[in-house]
C-alpha cells in the first residue's frame, strides 16, 4: 500500500554535503514513521535516523551532530541532510516507512540511493 522513492544520492568529498529524499505514494495517511538505514558492503544494514509522524527524530551516535532528519507531510517526503561527509558515509542509504494497517503495522522500503565519499 506504500511505494518509497529515494534520491539525492551521489558522489561528494570528504566534509562536503548531500541531501536524501524520500517520497511516498499510496495510503500516506496511515503512515506512522519514517527514516533511514545506512549500509556499507560487506556490512549488515545500520539504522540511521527516524522521524515520527509527530516530528519527534532520533539520530544514531555515530551521525549526531552532523545529520539532520525532517519531514514534509504536504509533499509526502522526508530527508536527511547529511553534513561533514566522511568516507565511513559511504553506502547505501535505504528509506524506510511504517505503515498501520488494521491495527498492525508494516515495514516498507525504498530501493535504495548510493552515496560515495571520496577522502
Known amino acids: 500500500q506504500v511505494q518509497l522513492v529515494e534520491s539525492g544520492g551521489g558522489l561528494v568529498q570528504a566534509g562536503g554535503s548531500l541531501r536524501l529524499s524520500c517520497t511516498a505514494s499510496?495510503?500516506?495517511?496511515?503512515?506512522?514513521?519514517m527514516g533511514w538505514y545506512h549500509q556499507t558492503p560487506g556490512k549488515e544494514r545500520e539504522w540511521v535516523a527516524r522521524?515520527?509522524?509527530?516530528?519527534?527524530?532520533n539520530l544514531t551516535r555515530r551521525v549526531q551532530g552532523r545529520f539532520t532528519i525532517s519531514r514534509d507531510n504536504a509533499k509526502n517526503t522526508v530527508y536527511l541532510y547529511m553534513n561533514s561527509l566522511n568516507p565511513e558515509d559511504t553506502g547505501v542509504y535505504y528509506c524506510?516507512?511504517?505503515?498501520?494497517?488494521?491495527?498492525?503495522?508494516?515495514?516498507?522500503w525504498g530501493q535504495g540511493t548510493q552515496v560515495t565519499v571520496s577522502s
Open positions: 522521524i515520527s509522524e509527530g516530528g519527534a527524530t
Open positions: 524506510f516507512a511504517v505503515h498501520e494497517r488494521a491495527s498492525r503495522f508494516q515495514l516498507h
Open positions: 499510496g495510503t500516506i495517511f496511515s503512515i506512522k514513521g
